[in-house]
């Protein structure tokens, strides 16, 4: 399959004015505002997929619905990159995956023993191949979710799915939120290392909105071809 068959991705960041998306010990609720994050529930809304790492799921125990009113006729598919399947079954995606549909995106190393627990619940599991540098491989994600008909992702974080992404140069689109307070390099950054040694090697983006949103600032960007 080619790579234009991919869904599309948004990349979400919600940080502060120094690109943090939580303190040192991780916490992230809430860097910005009511109103970024009622956007932020839109956009969820607007997606086929709403995506995050096993490191933002396990600390901060998501519900990764659109909570609009009125509540959209379908919700996004919830989906976690979780190679070892360490999301908790009691945590809250796995709990209303009845409800809610809700994809863990394992190793092919896990057993399927592993996965029955979460299937019992209602969860999909898809087992995919791991990058050669570890995790998951992005390119087999986005060909399995070209191959099931899903053509856009919400990517809400944290800082090392989203590298995996923009190193891969898989992110289109951008939607960046920023609060007026400043964290600190002691802070988690929003996005892991991307190995970029020149300035010649970094993608350019081009900016398509720049607004006021509370007391944060909402800015869209996208990928210039
Ligand atoms: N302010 C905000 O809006 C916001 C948003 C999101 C997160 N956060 C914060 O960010 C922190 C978590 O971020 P994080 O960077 O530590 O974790 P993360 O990016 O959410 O998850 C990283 C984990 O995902 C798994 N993974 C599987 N395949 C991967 C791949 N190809 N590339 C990267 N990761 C892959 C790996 O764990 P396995 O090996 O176990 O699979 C990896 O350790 C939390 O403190 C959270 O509160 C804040």
């Known amino acids: 399959m080619s790579e234009v068959d991919f869904p599309k991705v948004t990349l979400k960041l919600a940080t502060s004015l120094d690109g943090r998306i ?20 839109q956009l969820r809304a607007e997606h086929d997929v709403v995506l995050v790492g096993s490191g933002t799921a396990l600390a901060d125990d998501p519900m990764l619905t659109a909570r609009i009113d009125p509540e959209p006729k379908v919700q ?32 092919l190393h896990v057993e399927e023993d592993d996965e029955l627990p979460f299937v019992a619940k209602s969860v999909d599991v898809w087992s995919l191949a791991i990058a050669p540098g570890g995790g998951v491989s992005i390119r087999a994600l986005l060909t399995r979710c070209a191959e099931e008909g899903i053509s856009s992702i919400f990517l809400e974080g944290g800082g090392k799915l989203a590298a995996s992404f923009l190193k891969g140069g898989h992110v289109d689109k951008v939607e960046w939120f920023r609060a007026p307070m400043i964290i600190g390099g002691d802070g988690i950054p929003c996005l892991a290392s991307l190995g970029i040694e020149q300035l010649n090697e970094v993608a350019d983006w081009e900016r398509t909105r720049l607004e006021v949103c509370g007391k944060d600032v909402w800015e869209s960007f996208s990928k210039k071809l």
Not at 22 to 41: C, D, M
Not at 87 to 93: A, E, F, N, V
């Open 22 to 41: 939580a303190t040192s010990t991780g916490e992230s609720q809430w860097i910005t505002g009511t109103e970024a994050r009622q956007i932020v529930h």
């Open 76 to 107: 996004p598919t919830r989906m976690v990159v979780d190679s070892s399947l360490r999301t908790p079954l009691t945590h809250k995606i796995v709990e209303t995956a009845k409800q809610y549909r809700t994809i863990l995106v394992s190793g």
